[in-house]
């Protein structure tokens, strides 16, 4: 068994089988044949994947809700971290991941039908129109996204889908810091509280945080916007 993924796991009160192990490595093995066909990450080196993929997604883990049944989308899910590995590590929740390329949300569902998650769904829409699905909007407990865009933008996205009381997790590096004042507008406008920052310990990574930023009030019909609106401004 890889010791950093259980030492990962540990930290949320987590113990992983020999068969979430086996799974974990499945699935990269999935990725890396997948990435040959498109580009699904710039990580091809295996011991680099182990850490940068699943142990960065497991970093995740002590910040979700210990609730049976918990919802989570994994918006702009691309080649399928954070969802992935999190649905593994915690069978008893239930992930979405929300992919708007037609490519990479067609690998994502090969993958999850390959490895049986019974657990997860794939949605391959744009996450704007996601967030006015009456299905989705404000119907998941957690929404968490890694590399997807900055904090103003992740916010308008993703707290639409988050219930009153439920939260998101976006995984950001060295930028956050000049992210987070930005980002404040965006976060009261649609519901946000203030964010906390956690820092990440992972082997061979600097400045890796996870932002958490608590839904406190529904959010407005108004957004997200639609792109046509938005214009590629943020809020």
Known sequence: MNSLWNQLAIRANVTLTQHQH????????????????????RITDR???????IGDALTVLPYLPAVHGL??????????????????????????????TKKKAKFLTDCVQAISLSNVTVIGERVEDVGHDPKYREGFDVAACRAVATLDWLCEWCLPL???GGK????KGAKAAE???LAEHAIALVGGSRPDVHPVELPG?????IVEITKIHKTSRAY????????????
């Open 179 to 181: 992210e987070l004042p």
């Open 71 to 100: 919802r989570l989308a994994d918006v702009g899910s691309g080649g399928g971290v954070p969802g992935v590995p999190l649905a593994i590590a915690r069978p008893d929740t239930h992930v979405a991941l929300i992919e708007s």
């Open 22 to 41: 086996d799974l974990f490595n499945r699935y990269l093995d999935l990725l890396s044949a997948g990435n040959e066909q498109m580009n699904l990450t």
């Open 224 to 235: 997200p916007r639609p792109p046509s609106i938005a214009k590629g401004e943020s809020l």
């Open 47 to 53: 011991e680099s994947a182990e850490i940068a993929h």
């Open 205 to 209: 990574t600097h400045s890796h945080v």
């Open 168 to 171: 998101l997790l976006a995984m």
């Open 162 to 164: 988050v219930k009153k």
